[in-house]
């Protein structure tokens, strides 16, 4: 799967935020799910990471015959704040003045 990766995860006075980009294939037959990371960024205190990125990562699997799958990317972002501070994950679409920060894949390549 080829594609790019825009988005920010930041925190700040003690504060924590994670950012996982995963890609995923999933039988939906056997509802097995088969993963491997393409991107992952942690925060803790004080920090601010910008990535602007494209990725060509590969899973290898053994498909079956008669069973149906899908391929996808999986943003999961948390964030943990006790006190005052702030943390944040921002990698998806928003109101249109966030810089254009999103995920998209621009190809996805079966080879068997």
Do not use: R, W
Not at 36 to 55: K, L
Not at 93 to 99: L, S
């Amino acid at each position: 799967m080829a594609g790019n990766i825009k988005g920010e995860t930041s925190a700040f006075a003690g504060e924590q935020s994670n950012t996982d980009v995963n890609l995923v294939v999933k039988d939906t037959t056997t509802g097995t799910s088969y993963t491997t990371s393409i991107y992952s960024q942690s925060v803790g205190g004080v920090g601010n990471y910008i990535v602007d990125e494209s990725f060509n990562d590969g899973i290898s699997v053994t498909l079956q015959a008669c069973h149906y799958y899908n391929i996808y990317v999986s943003v999961d972002g948390s964030t943990a704040v006790y006190y005052a501070g702030e943390a944040g994950s921002d990698f998806g679409p928003g109101d249109g003045n966030d810089g254009g920060q999103k995920v998209s894949y621009s190809s996805i390549v079966v080879d068997f």
